[in-house]
Nanobody
């Protein structure tokens, strides 16, 4: 069983930046495809970004392209989400997700049901 722990969420003004972190409790972190999802009050959980285990392939939802960057540090078993130019509509609980040995070309990275492991989330609030 892999545990994921997110951190870095807080209250920030519109236009500001945050970096979220998610640390995994597995020595084989480098073999995991990692994703970030978010859920705003009254809305369904939605895909934000994903990063393949090779580290070279990424995908973003359209609303965050050019503002968010997903990255990983395999030595620290940690995935990051660097968020810039934050908007009030980015307000949500952000969740980290992981799946082992998921081949990028066939893995539905935007489908939250495809991931095996989830963190408990970290709250991001963007004030206008």
């Amino acid at each position: 069983q892999v545990q994921l722990v997110e951190s870095g969420g807080r209250l920030v003004q519109a236009g500001g930046s945050l970096r979220l972190s998610c640390t995994a409790s597995t020595p084989t972190f480098k073999t995991y495809t990692m994703g970030w999802f978010r859920q705003a009050p009254g809305k369904e959980r939605e895909f934000v970004a994903a990063l393949g285990y090779s580290g070279g392939r990424t995908r973003y939802t359209d609303s965050v392209k050019g503002r968010f960057i997903i990255s990983r540090d395999n030595a620290k078993s940690t995935v990051f989400l660097q968020m810039t130019n934050l908007k009030p509509e980015d307000t949500a609980v952000y969740y980290c997700a992981a799946d082992a040995d998921a081949p990028w070309d066939s893995f539905p990275v935007q489908d939250n049901s495809a991931y095996d492991y989830w963190g408990r989330g970290t709250q991001v609030t963007v004030s206008s």
